[in-house]
């Protein structure tokens, strides 16, 4: 907890009256655990909402809050770590990222809400949420294989391709229920999503033990599951290993960002789970109980590979879209320069130059390089009007067929590094069905999903 962080600081001192009547409105949607009706004005969150206020009001509202964004259902703004860092450093905010990451964009998410509320005039009401989606945050990233145990409840950020996505489902938050007996309604709030219907009424004397869900009140939101594997890299390859994965879950603005295959860069907040529903039952469950595995509750989700930013990015330079995504115009003059030049110097003669360009370690073999290169570029796929005939495909199968020592293999790797969902396998370890597909269940949700073999 970094309330502790903040002790002895100057500026620690109550929020006013004003502003706490305000942040009161909204406490509840971003913190609907806590049944407290009035919040101390000496919380150090409060104190950190009333800092970050203070921080939004100045000129660089009008960099930062038109960027929230809508997509129908709640608001979310995507904001770069560096800017934010640059915006918030007199504050306590980046000790709270450290300390709880989970509360401290909460409390942004407050500030934002009350800021952008009173600078468009808009009621508090008008506004459900703001999630804060952070991305660029290079200090925190992390190998897949480094994620321990010391990092449950941290924010970290990994990169990784996208093996596994299952369907889009409601996630239930909160939800009212009735006793049976006398009739009071009781309101759950489930945290991380584990139902926890209530157990006895909360009414002094009623013994009722059976109570009704009343599933018009309940609070819903999408939620997804993403597997991502971890990258095979020259400097970190290690021979004989199955690659890594790890489990992200996506919620509200976040679901159907990538598809599998994508190399995704994901930041959140690393969370623990108990797998004891996945053992057999009898006594192996009891005996297994004390085991947990980690997962990620994902922050923000880039569909990009490695795009290098730098300390100084500004939010209107760049053109990131909701969810990470790069357009065209990303491409920075030293990119566009070479373009030109390059088109200048070889004009017509593209082809060739990119044959000597793909895998030049391997000497000659133009022809395979051609084929290989053609095969990666692929066509498009023609459609007829006429049921009768079969679609052609655009995409074609290359078979190269040589004597030991030739660079085959060198060159299916070339060719797996260049496509930006390649990967390459090796036929003698793995069987006809792991080369197709393969149709899995997921032991947490029961739900049928296909994975890439």
């Not at 904001?79 to 409390?107: V, Y």
Request: proline content about 4%.
């Amino acid at each position: 907890m970094y309330a502790d962080i903040q002790k002895g600081r100057p500026g620690c001192r109550p929020v006013d009256a004003a502003p706490m009547a305000k942040l009161m409105k909204v406490w509840a949607r971003y913190f609907p655990e806590e049944t407290e009706l009035q919040v101390p004005a000496d919380d150090p969150r409060a104190r950190l909402v009333g800092d970050l206020v203070k921080v939004l009001e100045l000129e660089e509202r009008a960099k930062l809050l038109p960027r929230v964004e809508d997509d129908g259902v709640v608001f979310f703004l995507p904001i770069d770590f560096q800017q934010l860092k640059n915006l918030c450093g007199g504050t306590n905010l980046l000790d709270a990222l450290r300390e709880n990451p989970k509360e401290a964009l909460l409390c942004m998410g407050v500030a934002v809400h009350l800021v952008k509320c009173s600078g468009n005039g808009l009621q508090l009401s008008d506004v459900d949420k703001v999630n804060i989606r952070l991305y660029n945050h290079t200090e925190t990233i992390i190998a897949l294989k480094n994620l321990k145990a010391a990092y449950i409840k941290k924010l970290v950020t990994v990169r990784g391709t996208v093996v596994k996505v299952s369907t889009v489902k409601p996630l239930v938050l909160a939800l009212e229920f009735k006793c049976m007996k006398c009739a009071t309604v009781i309101r759950r709030v489930f945290s991380d999503g584990k139902f926890s219907p209530p157990v006895s009424c909360i009414i002094q004397g009623c013994k009722g033990r059976t109570f009704t869900p009343l599933r018009s009140t309940a609070k819903l939101i999408d939620f997804q599951k993403i597997r991502i594997q971890e990258l095979s890299s020259a400097e970190n390859r290690e021979e004989g290993r199955v690659p890594r994965t790890i489990e992200c879950e996506l919620i509200e603005d976040l679901v159907d960002c990538c598809i599998p295959g994508e190399v995704v860069t994901v930041a959140g907040i690393v969370k623990v789970l108990n797998n004891h529903m996945d053992v057999g039952g009898g006594k192996s469950k009891s005996r297994n109980q004390g085991l947990y595995y980690l997962y990620l509750e994902a922050i923000s989700v880039r569909n990009s590979k490695a795009h290098v930013v730098s300390e100084n990015s500004d939010a209107s330079s760049t053109d990131i879209l909701a969810t990470g995504s790069f357009s065209f115009e990303t491409f920075t003059d030293k990119d566009l320069k070479f373009i030109t030049e390059y088109n200048s110097e070889h004009g017509a003669d593209v082809f060739r130059q990119i044959l000597h360009s793909f895998c030049p370690s391997i000497y000659g073999h133009e022809l395979v390089k051609a084929g290989i290169t053609l095969a990666l570029f692929g066509a498009v796929q023609k459609h007829s009007m006429d049921q009768n005939k079969v679609p052609i495909r655009g995409d074609i199968h290359v078979i190269i067929v040589g004597d030991p020592g030739l660079g085959k293999s060198q060159l299916l790797k070339a060719a797996a590094s260049v496509s930006p969902r390649g990967i390459y396998v090796c036929g003698n370890t793995t069987t006809n069905a792991g080369l197709t597909v393969a149709v899995v269940k997921d032991s947490m949700t029961n739900d049928y999903a296909f994975e890439a073999g």
